[in-house]
């Protein structure tokens, strides 16, 4: 007789957005007349710029010619970029093009990274986390079983709190595998380069592994806060990195990212760059040409300067959510090397309640805390991702209802 996988059916029926998403689309239905202004999933909404586009377009037109033509291309990706992001990201960081992964995406990444490590190992996470790192080991068989009101059995919850600047202290229990994500989704919150580096020094002390999302790092403008974890002395012996493509130049729907694993990293004598190595050439057949070739335009010089006017523009955006609601009185933080902006909801009500205030009164989506888990609950993500006028009026809205 055939069986499911039994770690599935432990999961919430649906992911967080799929949530979110359906009571959208319910108001809509009983409201066709109202304007919505999303706030809530993180995805941009300035188009691709025009060396991008150029040259995808190119790449494209290669493909319809045989003397150009390609088929499967390298499962970790063409050399081309793979240099080109050694050259540009990791520069005076020693990280080889033979160490960076491309793939479709730093959420297929972080996600599947699971792949090369044993069920035996312990699982930290910040909470409030991304809820991939926690559902994907749920999935595998990591997690344990749920335990109401204080999450999965086997999981290590690392509370982020209004105290503690919702940055993870070191917990107890040594965890094998380390999830951080700095600048912070769901907080908007970053971390210094001498806190990041106790972390390094901690795996490296207990011999874990930091599974580091850098995901937002292009928004990061305060001095001292590291774009990557291997600016801190010894990462290459503890850290994995993830980075993407999608906030940074708007590549949400054409998909493309990469992992960073040193040569240096390995678990006795396994590799662990060999071994995610020989899984993504088992798993996927790469990332097409064109799309490589976009990624490519990112770093030319009218590429960069185009994709930091779109990010300087999402930052505007975050400023105007992050001091229109401090100036009406409300708790707000992050908004400042991040385009999420963290806000405690009015007294009295809960993360999803505020939600649904927010939709049915203001017709304005943002993202409960309650659903990046049990200590995201009291708060409420707001992104900087909308139009500017969408961002204002949105702003204006929760303003003249909760002030």
């Known amino acids: 007789m055939v069986k499911v996988n039994e770690n599935f059916v432990k999961l919430p029926a649906s992911y967080l957005f799929v949530e979110i998403d359906n009571r959208v689309k319910a ?3 009983k409201h066709p007349e109202k304007e919505i202004l999303r706030l809530g999933i993180g995805d941009v909404t ?3 710029v025009g060396p991008v586009v150029d040259a995808m377009k190119r790449a494209t037109d290669e493909m319809g010619c045989a003397e150009t033509f390609r088929g499967y291309g390298p499962e970790n990706g063409y050399a081309f970029l793979r240099e080109t992001i050694a050259e540009n990201d990791y520069k005076d960081l020693s990280i080889e093009p033979d160490e960076i992964f491309i793939s479709d995406g730093a959420k297929s990444d972080t996600g599947s990274i699971g792949d090369i490590f044993g069920l035996e190992n312990v699982v930290a996470v910040c909470d409030p986390v991304y809820p991939v790192y926690v559902d994907t080991n749920v999935m595998a068989g990591r997690a344990g079983e749920f335990v109401e ?8 919850y690392m509370p982020c709190l209004e105290e503690n600047c919702f940055l993870p202290s070191f917990p107890e229990q040594v965890p094998d595998l380390i999830y ?6 769901p907080s908007g919150v970053s971390m210094p380069k001498s806190q990041l580096q106790a972390w390094v020094n901690y795996a490296n002390q207990h011999g874990s592994i930091i599974l580091f999302d850098a995901a937002y790092e292009a928004f990061i403008v305060t001095p001292g806060v590291p774009h990557s974890i291997f600016e801190c002395s010894g990462a290459e012996n503890c850290a994995i990195e993830f980075r993407s493509f999608s906030k940074t130049a708007g590549f949400t729907g054409l998909r493309c990212a990469f992992t960073v694993i040193p040569k ?3 678990i006795g004598d396994v590799s662990l760059n060999q071994l995610w190595g020989r899984r993504q050439s088992t798993k996927m057949n790469g990332v097409s040409y064109p799309v490589q070739r976009a990624a490519e335009a990112v770093y030319t010089k009218d590429g960069q300067k185009l994709i930091r006017e779109n990010i300087n523009y999402y930052h505007h955006n975050a400023r ?3 001091q229109g609601l401090k100036a009406a009185g409300f708790t707000v933080y992050g908004g400042v090397d991040s385009p999420y902006v963290w806000m405690k909801v009015p007294a009295g009500m809960t993360s999803w309640q505020f939600f649904d205030e927010l939709l049915e009164k203001c017709a304005v989506v943002g993202t409960p805390g309650s659903g990046f888990g049990i200590h995201g609950e009291g708060y409420f993500r707001l992104t900087s991702f909308n139009t500017t006028e969408n961002t204002e009026k949105a ?6 209802q909760f002030q």
């Open 149 to 156: 009101g204080k999450g999965w059995s086997k999981i290590i």
């Open 264 to 266: 240096a990293l390995k």
């Open 46 to 48: 300035r188009p691709l």
């Open 320 to 322: 105007i959510i992050l």
């Open 395 to 400: 702003v204006q809205r929760i303003v003249e």
């Open 180 to 185: 951080l994500c700095f600048p912070n989704n």
């Open 27 to 29: 108001f809509q239905k």
